[in-house]
């Protein structure tokens, strides 16, 4: 089955650097990817979707400066996370659409996480 | 707009026990996606089921079931004879049903964690 390939799965930074979180659908295109971001004990929250060779789409109150969404070829999707400070430390999931020309068989991938830690 | 409400936010059973994990929405459209994911201690989100709105037939996977009633707005899961390895956050999201090329969003639910004890 498809399947979506999320790097990497646990990064620890200091605060003030950035850290790149690469999602990667390894055996279809993929025009759209979402990123979620989780908070330890809640729900998935939508930060943006990322279509291909244009800008992302940011849901309200996410900073686009800080959030830094590139979606540059189908299979991949980047998320950078740009002077991150240790709010940003969270649990942050993107999932990956799979177009099988119909609606009805659209499905939606999700990569395995990666869990940010900032100190 | 869209919203999924899973009331109950942690379940402990016994193991061999049935369990069913509660979910109401809201949405405005008259045709959407319910889902189910559950998400075990390492993380990923592992797809269950996925239901079309205008298909209101019960479904059963062995031992989970799925009870659609669009009259309660309702998309209940069931889990019977519960094992340890079902212990996990269980997710009940909603998605838009949009013409092809449109981007489609989930909307999840809280999530209900559950505890089966051996």
């Known amino acids: 089955g498809a399947v979506v390939s999320q790097h990497p799965s646990r990064v620890i930074c200091k605060s003030g650097t950035s850290v790149k979180i690469e999602c990667r659908s390894l055996d279809f295109q993929a025009t759209t990817m979402f990123w979620y971001r989780q908070f330890p004990k809640q729900s998935l929250m939508l930060m943006a979707t990322s279509n291909e060779g244009s800008k992302a789409t940011y849901e309200q109150g996410v900073e686009k400066d800080k959030f830094l969404i590139n979606h540059a070829s189908l299979t991949l999707s980047t998320l950078t996370v740009t002077s991150a400070h240790p709010e940003d430390s969270s649990f942050y999931i993107c999932?990956?659409?799979?177009?099988?020309?119909?609606?009805?068989?659209?499905?939606?991938?999700f990569g395995s996480g990666t869990q940010l830690s900032v100190l | 707009a869209q919203k999924v409400t899973q009331a109950q936010t942690e379940i402990s059973v016994v193991e061999k026990e049935d369990v069913t994990l509660d979910c109401v929405y809201e949405?405005?459209?008259?045709?959407?996606?319910l889902f189910w994911y559950k998400q075990p201690p390492s993380g990923e989100l592992v797809f269950l089921i996925r239901r079309n709105s205008f298909d209101e037939q019960n479904e059963i996977s062995g031992r989970y079931s799925w009870n659609f009633q669009k009259s309660t707005s309702s998309f209940n899961f069931t889990i019977t004879a519960s094992q340890v390895v079902d212990s996990a956050v269980y997710f009940c999201a909603l998605s838009e049903i949009r013409i092809i090329g449109s981007a489609r969003q989930l909307t999840f639910g809280s999530g209900t964690q559950l505890t089966v004890l051996p």
């Open positions: 999932s990956a659409r799979a177009n099988t020309g119909t609606a009805s068989n659209e499905k939606l991938f």
């Open positions: 949405t405005r459209d008259t045709t959407y996606y």
